[in-house]
């Protein structure tokens, strides 16, 4: 018997990506029943583009609300137990989803997730990203792996909304640990298959690979208190981002002689404490704006 697939595509300004994408799921060697554009708000060609494709339905946010906000819609749309996640800026292999659906044979098992290659190398920043932000756990199937990334995943429906979906808090980032975190507290397993590839797309600036990096360096971190004074917060960044985030990544790239990648990594030592008082005054305007990544 075949379990029949809805996969989803979130989308915010991903034109120069989708077609490649999507063409990536039509190629599928085990076909997906249902394929989903979620348009999180986009002001450039993405729904035009996906309007192209009759097998894919659009679905449309009003305004632009997160990441974690599209996969919920996904969840809540999708007609089907299985539900896959693809990236906008991801190309599957062929057989990715033919390698994903027979660990959810076994019922223990609630999500699997793929690996994703990084396809493009050519600035330092592109070069920066591939070694500090891998968004794959390495070249071995890992049974009841502690977290999947939410480039490419596969999960039971039914057990994403008995976790209560993602976390919409976290926009943008966070969000695929979030719930990883939340399925295996109810004691469900996850599987990490590398076989299941896909090619990302993305190239990168100096300024956008900093912002990405600090994003994921939020995640699960509080704010200060909204009364603590400005000196305060720019001293306790500081300290915290030299000794966790710079001292880590000024050691790895040492160590393995990649010199090039050493001018970002100093970087990041004004960037992170810029955009953590950034984070720490926007709270002190929007009290609800309390918690983790990147709400700001």
Not at 8 to 24: M, Q
Not at 237 to 263: H, K, M, P, Q, W
Not at 265 to 283: C, G, N
Request: charged share 25%.
């Amino acid at each position: 018997m075949v379990d029949n697939v809805s996969v989803y595509i979130p989308a915010y300004n991903v034109a120069k990506f989708l077609s490649r994408t999507i063409d990536g799921v039509l190629a599928q060697t085990y076909p997906a029943d249902e394929i989903l554009l979620i348009d999180d708000g986009s002001s450039d060609a993405t729904v035009d583009i996906a309007g192209r494709y009759p097998s894919v339905t659009v679905v449309r946010h009003d305004s632009n609300r997160g990441l974690s906000a599209a996969r919920n819609t996904a969840f809540r749309t999708a007609r089907n137990e299985l539900v896959a996640s693809l990236d906008a800026d991801c190309v599957p292999t062929t057989d990715w989803l033919a390698r994903l659906v027979p660990h959810l044979k076994d019922h223990r098992v609630v999500g699997v997730g793929g690996r994703l290659v990084e396809s493009v190398r050519r600035t330092v920043a592109d070069r920066w990203r591939c070694a500090h932000l891998r968004q794959e756990q390495g070249e071995s199937l890992l049974r009841n792996t502690d977290f999947l990334f939410g480039c490419n995943n596969l999960f039971r429906k039914s057990a994403v909304i008995e976790a209560g979906g993602y976390n919409e808090v976290m926009r943008t980032n966070g969000e695929d640990a979030d719930l990883s975190r939340k399925l295996r507290a109810m004691g469900r397993e996850l599987v990490y298959e590398p076989a299941a590839c896909v090619m990302h797309l993305r190239s990168d600036t100096i300024r956008s690979i900093l912002d990405t990096s600090w994003r994921w360096g939020q995640y699960g971190i509080p704010l200060c208190p909204r009364d603590a004074n400005v000196c305060f917060v720019l001293a306790r960044s500081i300290y915290v981002n030299f000794r966790y985030t710079f001292l880590n990544l000024l050691r790895r790239d040492a160590r393995l002689g990649r010199v090039e990648l050493l001018g970002i990594d100093f970087l990041t030592l004004a960037y992170y404490p810029y955009r953590d008082f950034r984070r720490w005054r926007a709270a002190q305007v929007s009290p609800e704006v309390q918690i983790v990544s990147s709400a700001v």
